[in-house]
């Protein structure tokens, strides 16, 4: 199976919808037919009790993110 970077690290399953690199409840089905994947993004920042936890997010097959598909609606 293909890997892929979400972030920084190949670690991501492309196609694979259980993708164990995946931070929890991803990967999530994309409009283009492929699937949206995401890891934990600033842990320091989630630590420090920051309100909403990051995450950084890219599709195996568009590229987009999940930033990106929300600024298309």
Do not use: Q
């Not at 929890?24 to 037919?33: A, L, Q």
């Not at 009790?49 to 097959?61: L, N, W, Y």
Request: glycine content about 8%; some cysteine.
């Amino acid at each position: 199976m293909a890997l892929f970077a979400v972030a920084e690290e190949v670690i991501h399953h492309v196609g694979d919808a259980r993708c164990p690199a995946c931070a929890v409840d991803f990967p999530e089905p994309c409009p283009c037919g492929g699937l949206v994947h995401a890891e934990a993004g600033d842990v320091a920042a989630a630590e420090a009790g920051a309100a909403e936890p990051t995450f950084a997010s890219r599709c195996d097959t568009c590229g987009r993110s999940l930033e990106d598909l929300a600024e298309r609606r």
